[in-house]
């Protein structure tokens, strides 16, 4: 089964769905206008049900199928959220609110949703109900997990999930996916070092906190290379350095180190929190200062269950002919949560030869909405045949 043809006709309306959402980029939790404008679609496509504020600005549309006798309930998932970032595009529809941006594609996710919900409110032909979910906040906000918190899955009797992601390393019209793991989880940290400030010319007067954390970095790339299993995989960078002063002639009495940490196995996530604890204290220790370490747990990693993937990579070959085999990635998403609440699976779908994600001149490719939607469509009508 290629392309579903009803896409094809729609793919017009659907697009200027998605730039007109692009036009009115939403940052976090704010996404009130995406979220109002996906609530008056649904409604518009005449769905049995219609709720707003799951997970603050989340929203979730029900769709009856034909017939329902199993009770089954199959939810499929795009994130509305946008990024703290200025658009360089030059696009006729570009970003008309300032210091936000569709940098990574949210708006194609939830125009590609809605256009499957169009079709799906038309035609019905499956046997139970599937969840349209709506997400705010991917992009550092956790908006899965608000979802999650909130009841959805309960509420809504939701069995089985399904999101989607679109990629510029692949061609349009292509899909990747992997079972088990398939993004890394995401661990924030700061460490803050407390030293002795004093004169830069009578530096032995001092307790040199820049010292401590150049050497606190160093040691921490040891972790990895002398810590983790060769076999496992593990990310430790520290992406900001800054000291309590930027005078020429004064050694600082503080510096603080921000980063991430990025893992696959819950062990190895255990293992690289513990010691970095104590590389950090053991260093400045050894200057004679103080270094505390704040380790934050952000999203866990995104794992595949076995069968949804499988599925997934059925439902994606007949869409597109083919479905590869998607490299394990250090990035993370926070579509994690709704899998660790209920099994899924998450792929990929390409978007052609753009600007990388999260880049200024990135656009999503509007060619990718027909196999998108098809997807999540088919999604439905095969996972759930009508009776």
């Known amino acids: 089964m290629p392309v579903k043809n009803r896409f094809a006709e729609l793919h017009t309306e659907i697009t200027a769905w998605r730039r007109d959402i692009h036009a009115h980029p939403e940052v976090l939790y704010e996404t009130h206008r995406t979220s109002a404008l996906v609530a008056e679609k649904l409604k518009e496509f005449g769905c049995d049900e219609v709720v707003t504020g799951i997970g603050r600005t989340g929203v979730v549309g029900i769709i009856k199928g034909k017939t329902d006798t199993k009770g089954n309930v199959v939810g499929l998932r795009a994130d509305m959220d946008a990024l703290p970032m200025q658009e360089q595009t030059g696009l006729e529809y570009a970003s008309e609110n300032e210091g936000a941006m569709h940098a990574c594609g949210h708006d194609g996710h939830t125009a590609m949703l809605l256009g499957a919900a169009k079709y799906l409110s038309e035609t019905r032909n499956f046997d139970g109900a599937v969840a349209l979910i709506f997400q705010p906040a991917e992009e550092g906000g956790n908006g899965a997990l608000a979802m999650v918190e909130d009841g959805m899955m309960e509420r809504f009797g939701i069995q089985e999930v399904y999101g989607m992601h679109n990629d510029p390393d692949l061609e349009i019209g292509e899909f990747a ?47 990895v290379s002398r810590n983790v299993d060769p076999v496992d995989r593990a990310v430790v960078s520290v992406t900001s350095f800054q000291t309590g002063s930027d005078v020429f002639n004064v050694i600082p009495h503080t510096a603080t180190l921000k980063g991430t940490v990025r893992t696959f196995a819950p062990d190895t996530q255990d293992m690289v929190q513990a010691r970095m604890a104590d590389v950090v204290a053991g260093v400045a220790a050894s200057f004679g200062g103080t270094a505390t370490l704040d380790y934050q747990r952000i999203t866990p990693a995104t794992i595949n269950a076995d069968d949804q993937a499988a599925f997934a990579e059925e439902v994606a070959t007949a869409v597109a002919g083919q479905c590869s085999e998607a490299p394990l990635v250090m990035g993370g998403e926070d579509f994690s949560y709704m899998l660790q609440a209920r099994p ?22 509007d060619e990718a909405i027909p196999y998108g939607s098809s997807y999540l469509s088919e999604v439905i009508e095969r996972r759930m045949p009508a009776a």
Do not use: C, W
């Open 177 to 223: 996916l992997r079972r088990g793991p398939m993004l890394a989880a995401v661990d924030f940290f700061t460490i803050e070092i407390e030293g002795k400030g004093g004169h830069a010319a009578m530096p032995q007067q001092t307790i040199d906190p820049i010292i401590m954390g150049t050497q606190i970095h160093s040691a921490l790339q040891s972790i």
């Open 344 to 365: 899924g699976a998450f792929i990929m779908v390409g978007n052609g030869d753009s600007a990388a994600l999260h880049h200024p001149e990135y656009n999503f490719n």
